[in-house]
């Protein structure tokens, strides 16, 4: 159903929600399960986001790709060596998972998918600037393989600044305080935020008709079998949930999404009350550039080629689909042996500012006749 919740009526059990073209309807349930996920968070400074692109959307991925393409297009065409070095650097905010992989992806395309096909800039030379608050990226993989990481980005040609702070991004770059309390200015033409996430604004909604607690990020306390205090019927799964310090990844969602599930047939079909949700951590992998790559399982720490050659299997055989894994593999030969990427086709147009396809437009428009 295409259509975005805003609110509930918990007495009533009672969905609103907005349909594209506006309208708002009601949809009645028996149980709810919420899994409506997070959003980028800029720490209390929204004003941040007209300038740093987080990675949340698909208007988001099809923004950095449309900022990262076209900074090499305009270093191309600048007229000053200040404008073009401004145009190949590239700012990350985060090093969590998000921010390594972005880092990495730039450095490997600037060396390798463009390097022969300017005549002007020399993209190799590109700056990867990625900035953290901890001691090291991947701090969450331990410290063994955060070091790893750190070296591996460091031969790739990211600049890691680490203990850092930002407190101020605009249109020339961003502002950025260390422990000291020193400040230091970066010039950046692109600044990406990979830093952060907080709860959707249907979240504070759900919190609010039900009195349920929430974390800092807004996320909704649940309890052993995932649902709200006092409502039974309201489940949450997902990044939105916040329970037992679980981190917000892929498969928790699933397998707390799968235990929602279970739970509601087996009440409904009389097969009993189901145990309390457990979490199985089948471990975490991070993509640093071809051949390169980070794997935790248990007491299981690769780095490299071997984890690398995992961290493909692992997304192969979570694709959905026999042919949706073919493409995949087909896709990646192509890249890792020719050096090509297709996913190329960008817009100099704003992505957010395009017309919403539902909206009835405020004044009319001429259309042209169909032929």
Same mark, same amino acid.
């Given at each position: 159903?295409?259509?975005?919740?805003?609110?509930?009526?918990?007495?009533?059990?009672?969905?609103?929600?907005?349909?594209?073209?506006?309208?708002?309807?009601?949809?009645?349930?028996?149980?709810?399960?919420?899994?409506?996920?997070?959003?980028?968070?800029?720490?209390?400074?929204?004003?941040?986001?007209?300038?740093?692109?987080?990675?949340?959307?698909?208007?988001?991925?099809?923004?950095?790709?449309?900022?990262?393409?076209g900074a090499f297009e305009l270093a191309?065409?600048?007229?000053?060596?200040?404008?073009?070095?401004?145009?190949?650097?590239?700012?990350?905010?985060?090093?969590?998972?998000?921010?390594?992989?972005?880092?990495?992806?730039?450095?490997?395309?600037?060396?390798?998918?463009?390097?022969?096909?300017?005549?002007?800039?020399?993209?190799?030379?590109?700056? &990867? +600037?990625?900035?953290? !608050?901890?001691? *090291? %990226?991947?701090?969450?993989?331990?410290?063994?393989? =955060?070091?790893? @990481? /750190? $070296?591996?980005?460091?031969?790739?040609?990211?600049?890691?600044?680490?203990?850092?702070?930002?407190?101020?991004?605009?249109?020339?770059?961003?502002?950025?305080?260390?422990?000291?309390?020193?400040?230091?200015?970066?010039?950046?033409?692109? &600044? +990406?935020?990979?830093? !952060?996430?907080? *709860? %959707?604004?249907?979240?504070?909604?759900?919190?609010? =008709?039900?009195? @349920? /607690? $929430?974390?800092?990020?807004?996320?909704?306390?649940?309890?052993?079998?995932?649902?709200?205090?006092?409502?039974?019927?309201?489940?949450?799964?997902?990044?939105?949930?916040?329970?037992?310090?679980l981190p917000g990844v892929a498969e928790?969602?699933?397998?707390?999404?799968?235990?929602?599930?279970?739970?509601?047939?087996?009440?409904?079909?009389?097969?009993?009350?189901?145990?309390?949700?457990?979490?199985?951590?089948?471990?975490?992998?991070?993509?640093?550039?071809?051949?390169?790559?980070?794997?935790?399982?248990?007491?299981?720490?690769?780095?490299?080629?071997?984890?690398?050659?995992?961290?493909?299997?692992?997304?192969?055989?979570?694709?959905?689909?026999?042919?949706?894994?073919?493409?995949?593999?087909?896709?990646?030969?192509?890249?890792?042996?020719?050096?090509?990427?297709?996913?190329?086709?960008?817009?100099?147009?704003?992505?957010?500012?395009?017309?919403?396809?539902?909206?009835?437009?405020?004044?009319?428009?001429?259309?042209?006749?169909?032929?």
């Open positions: 159903m295409l259509a975005e919740v805003v609110d509930v009526e918990v007495d009533g059990r009672v969905v609103l929600a907005d349909r594209p073209d506006g309208e708002r309807i009601r949809l009645p349930y028996d149980d709810l399960v919420v899994a409506a996920g997070v959003r980028q968070s800029y720490f209390g400074h929204d004003e941040y986001a007209r300038w740093a692109t987080g990675m949340k959307t698909i208007s988001d991925a099809l923004t950095i790709r449309q900022k990262v393409f191309e065409t600048a007229t000053s060596e200040e404008e073009q070095r401004r145009r190949l650097t590239f700012a990350v905010v985060g090093g969590g998972p998000t921010g390594v992989e972005l880092a990495g992806q730039i450095r490997e395309l600037a060396t390798r998918t463009l390097r022969s096909e300017f005549r002007h800039i020399r993209p190799e030379h590109a700056r &990867v +600037l990625l900035f953290d !608050g901890g001691d *090291a %990226p991947l701090a969450s993989f331990g410290p063994e393989l =955060a070091a790893k @990481a /750190a $070296t591996t980005l460091r031969d790739l040609g990211v600049e890691l600044h680490l203990g850092s702070r930002v407190t101020g991004v605009d249109g020339d770059g961003l502002t950025v305080q260390d422990r000291a309390g020193t400040t230091q200015r970066y010039t950046a033409g692109t &600044v +990406l935020w990979a830093a !952060g996430v907080g *709860a %959707p604004s249907v979240a504070a909604a759900l919190a609010k =008709a039900t009195g @349920a /607690a $929430t974390d800092r990020a807004g996320r909704i306390r649940v309890g052993s079998d995932l649902t709200i205090a006092g409502h039974p019927e309201i489940s949450v799964v997902g990044d939105v949930m916040a329970h037992d310090d928790v969602a699933m397998q707390s999404g799968l235990y929602a599930g279970r739970r509601i047939r087996r009440r409904l079909t009389g097969a009993g009350p189901t145990g309390p949700f457990r979490y199985r951590d089948l471990g975490s992998a991070a993509y640093l550039a071809r051949g390169r790559a980070v794997v935790s399982v248990g007491r299981v720490h690769l780095a490299g080629f071997p984890a690398w050659l995992i961290w493909l299997f692992i997304h192969i055989a979570f694709l959905t689909g026999y042919r949706n894994r073919v493409g995949a593999v087909l896709s990646w030969a192509v890249t890792f042996t020719r050096d090509a990427r297709r996913e190329r086709t960008f817009t100099t147009r704003e992505i957010g500012s395009l017309h919403d396809l539902y909206t009835v437009p405020a004044a009319p428009q001429r259309r042209g006749v169909a032929s």
